[in-house]
T-cell receptor
Framework: EDQVTQSPEALRLQEGESSSLNCSYT??????LFWYRQDPGKGPEFLFT???AGEEKEKERLKATLTKKESFLHITAPKPEDSATYLC?????????FGAGTILRVKS | ETGVTQTPRHLVMGMTNKKSLKCEQH?????MYWYKQSAKKPLELMFV???????ENNSVPSRFSPECPNSSHLFLHLHTLQPEDSALYLC????????????FGPGTRLTVT
């Protein structure tokens, strides 16, 4: 059965303190791994798609990487506005299977 | 309007009421989805429509009834709900096929009293 596990469940950082979020997955034949950002009371906002091991994508302070078993979302010098829940998902058929998310809080 | 819109944004209903949630996408996509998001649980896929045809029903109780009149509009009809159905209901759309990202609407916060 396809599974997506995110860690940690919650992460508190000081402004400027870089860190990484983890998304491990078990799925046969990965068709795409997606990262989303979700603010409270809002729908998930698409960030990145990764398709193959070794692929990397960047957007502002965020960088997503992919291996055969996991993906990392690296946050460099975060700011308070980066506070949100970060979700990862894998594509299976025409469905996305989501992890439970990591709640990130960045304090100034 | 751009992206994916949902109405209403908030809904409070009694267990005997009937209400409908509406979703509209302005992205030219041909697949649409309903998800349920409960506190501290992963998003749960409910229904998938491709080119107006339902292709997935993820064992959803019959008190939830979807309708997709065209590729741009999606409805979720609600009746005789239970308090445990209180959640954020999210609509999404995508290009049909594997590997394409889904774009989400802002959601409808549903409270069943």
């Amino acid at each position: 059965e396809d599974q997506v596990t995110q860690s940690p469940e919650a992460l508190r950082l000081q402004e400027g303190e870089s860190s990484s979020l983890n998304c491990s997955y078990t799925v046969s034949g990965l068709r795409g791994l997606f990262w989303y950002r979700q603010d409270p009371g809002k729908g998930p906002e698409f960030l990145f798609t990764l398709y193959s091991a070794g692929e990397e994508k960047e957007k502002e302070r965020l960088k997503a990487t992919l291996t055969k078993k996991e993906s990392f979302l690296h946050i460099t010098a975060p700011k308070p506005e980066d506070s949100a829940t970060y979700l990862c998902a894998v594509h299976r058929g025409n469905k996305l299977v989501f992890g439970a998310g990591t709640i990130l809080r960045v304090k100034s | 309007e751009t992206g994916v819109t949902q109405t209403p944004r908030h809904l409070v209903m009694g267990m005997t009421n009937k209400k409908s949630l509406k979703c509209e996408q302005h992205l030219g996509h041909n697949a649409m989805y309903w998800y349920k998001q409960s506190a501290k649980k992963p998003l749960e896929l409910m229904f998938v429509y491709n080119f107006k045809e339902q292709t997935e029903n993820n064992s959803v109780p019959s008190r939830f009834s979807p309708e997709c009149p065209n590729s741009s509009h999606l409805f979720l009809h609600l009746h005789t709900l239970q308090p445990e159905d209180s959640a954020l209901y999210l609509c999404a759309s995508s290009t049909t096929g594997e590997g394409y990202e889904q774009y989400f609407g802002p959601g409808t916060r549903l409270t069943v009293t």
